[in-house]
């Protein structure tokens, strides 16, 4: 009996050890993330065009002439939500809400539906687009397959998870990339038109890179950008805008 008892407390130890193992790795993974850089930090004062809110989520409305067109921001993993900062500001100064989600630990995949609450904080919005960078695109890309208010889908260096198909689904889709971009499979993001709508449009972006799309720095693994980060968030938004224009217009 004392031997069952032994092995019992062993195999209980042993699970218990591997359990705070397993628990302080992931909380040493994410504790070390990309913080916002000035451009993005510059980017999070209210101005004449528009008023920023940080509430955990960040705000980022227009002072006048608002459109009932929200759009809805999915960070990618490990990167500061106020990185983005600098896009959707440039955004909301032509007239469109954008709210940057916040994310659990900085990831997406653990607040897949985060626009839920969003969505459900802006009655006044009749139209939402959803996006993302990178692993916050694809978790962007599920949201809008399955939810019918998401009528636009903005990938950032990103593509769908495999087996998901839009090709029958009424949504503007925009997609974007850095010409010199080595952290995602590019393959990938370019296949991904494939199971778009046929009117979907896939961008490069020439000399832009991964990191690019935010303002935090040089990404591990990244290549080398041969454009300015700032000229590369301003040419994002701008297509993004057309977008969200195409939208406002129907």
Do not use: C
Not at 54 to 67: H, M, T, Y
Not at 124 to 140: C, F, K, P, R
Not at 141 to 155: F, Q, R
């Amino acid at each position: 009996m004392k031997q069952k008892k032994s092995l019992k407390y062993k195999i209980i130890t042993g699970i218990a050890i591997f359990l705070i193992i397993v628990a302080a790795g992931f909380f040493i993974y994410v504790s070390s993330y990309y913080k916002a850089d000035s451009l993005a930090l510059d980017s999070l004062k209210t101005d004449s065009f528009v008023k920023v809110e940080k509430n955990g989520d960040i705000l980022f409305e227009p002072v006048s002439n608002a459109k009932n067109i929200g759009f809805i921001f999915y960070p990618g993993a490990k990167v500061e939500t106020s990185a983005y900062a600098s896009i959707a500001n440039e955004i909301a100064s032509k007239g469109y809400t954008v709210i940057i989600a916040k994310m659990k630990f900085n990831l997406a995949i653990l607040s897949p539906n985060r626009a839920d609450r969003i969505i459900s904080n802006y009655e006044d919005i009749d139209t939402w687009v959803i996006g993302g960078h990178s692993l916050g695109g694809v978790m962007a890309s599920n949201y809008a397959l399955e939810n019918g208010e998401i009528k636009g889908l903005v990938l950032l260096a990103s593509y769908p998870q495999n087996k998901l198909n839009f090709t029958d689904k009424p949504l503007k889709v925009l997609s974007l990339w850095g010409s010199n971009d080595q952290v995602a499979d590019l393959n990938k993001v370019k296949e991904a038109k494939n199971v778009m709508p046929s009117d979907a449009e896939f961008i490069e972006i020439k000399g832009g890179n991964h990191g690019g799309f935010g303002d935090y720095g040089n990404q591990k693994g990244d290549g080398e950008s041969s454009i300015t980060n700032k000229q590369q968030m301003m040419d994002s938004a701008t297509y993004i805008i057309e977008l969200l224009d195409s939208l406002n217009l129907e």
